[in-house]
C-alpha cells in the first residue's frame, strides 16, 4: 500500500454540471499558473521577508527534529498530561494531526496503550468554565504546559499561561520552570522577553513563518512528538507534496489546478468551500483549513490598494453525519458552494456487521458487510446524489491515512492556499481584520495605550432597546 492521495475534479467540469467548468477555461490559466510558480520560487529564496518561509519547513529542520524528539522522551518520563495553550494557528494543527495520528479515544486509554506517552489537551480558548474544568482533570506537577504564540502577546494565550504559571508555582516553588516549556518567536514579543529571567525550554517558530502556516515548524511537532506521532515521516510527506506543487504544467500540479478551480468557482457566485472529510480522523482538518482558507484569503483590499472584499466562506463538515444534517442543504439548496470530500481508501480498522433478523430484509441486507463499505458505500452516493443534483464537488483520497500523507495533505492546502492567494491578488499572509476587535478588547480591559479606543467605544451609539427581545 503506498502513501497516494489523488484529487479527482471531474464532478465540477461541464462534462458532469451544467454551468461548470469548462475546459478552455481552464486553459485560460495556464499561462498565469506557471507564472506564479515562478512568483512562488522567488518568494521561497526571500521566505523571512515574504513570510513564505513555511515552504522550507520540510528541509530546514534536522537539527530542531532531534531537539523536539529528545525533549519529547524526557517529558514521556516525567509527565501524564502535556497541554498545549495557544489559539488559532498555535492550536488548530497540533488538534488535527493529533485526531488524524492517533487513536481517537487517545486519552481515555492507559498510560501502557498510549506507549508511556502523556495525555494530550489543547485549551483553546478563554472560556471560564473551561478553564476550570482542565484543572480538575489534570495533576499539575504531572503536567507539562506548553505555551504556543507566535508574537508572544496573544491575550488569550498569554492569560492562560499566567494562570498556568501562577498555579505551578503555587505548588511547586521555584520548579515551576521545568513544567513549562515555549514555542514562540526567537526575540519578539512578551514570551521571548519573559524567557530571559525564567529560563524555559524554548522552541522556535521561524522568522517567517506565520500562525496558520505553522503546523510543521516545533508549533505542531512538539506536541505530535511527545504523542508518538512520527513527526519524521510527516515532514517526508510534505516535502513530496511540495516537490508535485512546484510543477508548472496545471494539469499536473493538484495545488494549483483546486486553486484555479476555486476562483473560477467564486466567480460564479459559489462563495462557499465546505471540507467534507470521510474519516473521524480528518474531522478536525477540515477546522484547520477553516482557518487557513478564511484567514489567509478573506480580505478587504487587493495588493493594489484596491478595495474588493474578497474570500470564500469555509465550512466544516464530517461525513457520514452531516448526511443527517447539512447534505440536505447540499443538495438541494442553493448552487453557492464546491464541496470538497476528502475520502480514505484503506482505514486502519476493519469491521463486520453481523448479522440477525433473517426476518427482516430491510435490515437483513447489512449481514456480512463492513463498516468499511458502509461508510465508502455512503460516500460514493452521496457524491452521486449531490452530481446528480447538479451541485459542484470535488475530492481529495488518500490510500491510508498516516503520518506521511497527512503531511502531504497539511502541506497540499497550504499550496492551495498560496497559489489562491497569488490568483486573487491579495496578501495571502496577514490578518487585518481581526485588529479592530483585539485593539477594543485591549481597551476594555484597560491596557495602557488603548485610552483613545476605550473613548470611542464608550461613545459609541448605545444599543436600543426596541430591537431586544427578552
Ligand atoms: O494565522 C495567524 O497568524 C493567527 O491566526 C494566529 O495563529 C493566532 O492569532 C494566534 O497568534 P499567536 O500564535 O501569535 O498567539
Known amino acids: 500500500m503506498d502513501n497516494r492521495l489523488s484529487f479527482d475534479y471531474n464532478y465540477l467540469m461541464s462534462d458532469f454540471v451544467k454551468d461548470g467548468i469548462t475546459k478552455e477555461e481552464?486553459?485560460?490559466?495556464?499561462?498565469?499558473?506557471?507564472?506564479?510558480?515562478?512568483?512562488?520560487?522567488?518568494?521561497?529564496?526571500?521566505?523571512?521577508?515574504?513570510?513564505?518561509?513555511?515552504?522550507?519547513?520540510?528541509?530546514?529542520?534536522?537539527?530542531?527534529?532531534?531537539?523536539?524528539?529528545?525533549?519529547?522522551?524526557?517529558?514521556?518520563?516525567?509527565?501524564?498530561?502535556?497541554?498545549?495553550?495557544?489559539?488559532?494557528?498555535?492550536?488548530?494543527?497540533?488538534?488535527?494531526?493529533?485526531?488524524?495520528?492517533?487513536?481517537?479515544?487517545?486519552?481515555?486509554?492507559?498510560?501502557?496503550?498510549?506507549?508511556?506517552?502523556?495525555?494530550?489537551?489543547?485549551?483553546?480558548?478563554?472560556?471560564?468554565?473551561?478553564?476550570?474544568?482542565?484543572?480538575?482533570?489534570?495533576?499539575?506537577?504531572?503536567?507539562?504546559?506548553?505555551?504556543?504564540t507566535k508574537s508572544g502577546s496573544t491575550s488569550e494565550t498569554m492569560s492562560q499561561y499566567l494562570l498556568a504559571r501562577d498555579l505551578l508555582k503555587a505548588k511547586l516553588g521555584d520548579k515551576y520552570i521545568e513544567n513549562i516549556i515555549v514555542t514562540t518567536d526567537e526575540v519578539k514579543g512578551n514570551l521571548a522577553k519573559i524567557c530571559k529571567d525564567e529560563p524555559f525550554k524554548k522552541f522556535i517558530v521561524p522568522d517567517g513563518v506565520g500562525g496558520r502556516f505553522s503546523e510543521l515548524c516545533p508549533v505542531g511537532l512538539l506536541p505530535a512528538a511527545v504523542c508518538g506521532i512520527d513527526i519524521k515521516a510527516m515532514l517526508q510527506g510534505a516535502a513530496i507534496m511540495d516537490e508535485i506543487c512546484k510543477e508548472k504544467n496545471l494539469y499536473k500540479n493538484p495545488a494549483a489546478m483546486f486553486a484555479v478551480q476555486q476562483i473560477i468557482a467564486m466567480g460564479k457566485g459559489k462563495n462557499i468551500s465546505v471540507m467534507l472529510p470521510y474519516a473521524d480522523s480528518l474531522k478536525y482538518i477540515a477546522d484547520w483549513y477553516a482557518q487557513l482558507w478564511a484567514e489567509s484569503l478573506g480580505?478587504?483590499?487587493?495588493?493594489?490598494?484596491?478595495?474588493?472584499?474578497?474570500?470564500?466562506?469555509?465550512?466544516?463538515?464530517?461525513?457520514?453525519?452531516?448526511?443527517?444534517?447539512?447534505?440536505?442543504?447540499?443538495?438541494?439548496?442553493?448552487?453557492?458552494?464546491?464541496?470538497?470530500?476528502?475520502?480514505?481508501?484503506?482505514?486502519?480498522?476493519?469491521?463486520?456487521?453481523?448479522?440477525?433478523?433473517?426476518?427482516?430484509?430491510?435490515?437483513?441486507?447489512?449481514?456480512?458487510?463492513?463498516?468499511?463499505?458502509?461508510?465508502?458505500?455512503?460516500?460514493?452516493?452521496?457524491?452521486?446524489?449531490?452530481?446528480?443534483?447538479?451541485?459542484?464537488?470535488?475530492?481529495?483520497?488518500?490510500?491510508?491515512?498516516?503520518?506521511?500523507?497527512?503531511?502531504?495533505?497539511?502541506?497540499?492546502?497550504?499550496?492551495?492556499?498560496?497559489?489562491?492567494?497569488?490568483?486573487?491578488?491579495?496578501?495571502?499572509?496577514?490578518?487585518?481584520?481581526v485588529e479592530e476587535g483585539k485593539n477594543a478588547t485591549y481597551a476594555l480591559m484597560g491596557r495602557a495605550g488603548y485610552e483613545a479606543k476605550k473613548a470611542e467605544l464608550d461613545s459609541k451609539q448605545p444599543k436600543k432597546a426596541e430591537f431586544v427581545i427578552g
Not at 526571500?46 to 513570510?51: E, F, R
Open 299 to 433: 480580505k478587504k483590499y487587493d495588493n493594489d490598494g484596491v478595495i474588493v472584499n474578497k474570500g470564500q466562506t469555509p465550512v466544516k463538515s464530517i461525513g457520514v453525519t452531516d448526511q443527517h444534517s447539512q447534505v440536505q442543504l447540499y443538495t438541494e439548496g442553493p448552487s453557492d458552494k464546491v464541496i470538497t470530500f476528502i475520502g480514505v481508501e484503506n482505514y486502519r480498522a476493519s469491521v463486520e456487521i453481523p448479522g440477525g433478523y433473517d426476518d427482516i430484509p430491510s435490515l437483513s441486507f447489512l449481514k456480512g458487510h463492513t463498516f468499511n463499505e458502509l461508510i465508502l458505500s455512503e460516500q460514493y452516493a452521496t457524491e452521486y446524489a449531490i452530481n446528480a443534483a447538479q451541485k459542484w464537488t470535488r475530492s481529495i483520497t488518500l490510500s491510508k491515512v498516516n503520518a506521511n500523507t497527512l503531511g502531504q495533505l497539511l502541506y497540499f492546502f497550504e499550496m492551495e492556499t498560496a497559489f489562491a492567494g497569488e490568483l486573487m491578488n491579495i496578501n495571502t499572509y496577514d490578518q487585518p481584520g
Open 26 to 148: 481552464l486553459a485560460g490559466y495556464e499561462k498565469k499558473v506557471a507564472q506564479i510558480c515562478d512568483v512562488l520560487d522567488a518568494k521561497r529564496k526571500d521566505g523571512i521577508n515574504t513570510l513564505t518561509a513555511w515552504m522550507d519547513l520540510p528541509y530546514s529542520q534536522d537539527a530542531i527534529v532531534e531537539d523536539i524528539l529528545s525533549t519529547a522522551d524526557a517529558i514521556k518520563a516525567k509527565f501524564d498530561n502535556f497541554v498545549v495553550l495557544g489559539i488559532g494557528g498555535s492550536a488548530l494543527g497540533p488538534i488535527a494531526v493529533q485526531q488524524a495520528l492517533n487513536h481517537i479515544y487517545y486519552n481515555d486509554l492507559s498510560k501502557e496503550a498510549r506507549n508511556g506517552c502523556p495525555r494530550l489537551y489543547v485549551i483553546d480558548n478563554v472560556d471560564p468554565e473551561r478553564m476550570e474544568a482542565l484543572f480538575d482533570v489534570i495533576d499539575i506537577e504531572k503536567t507539562m504546559f506548553n505555551v504556543i
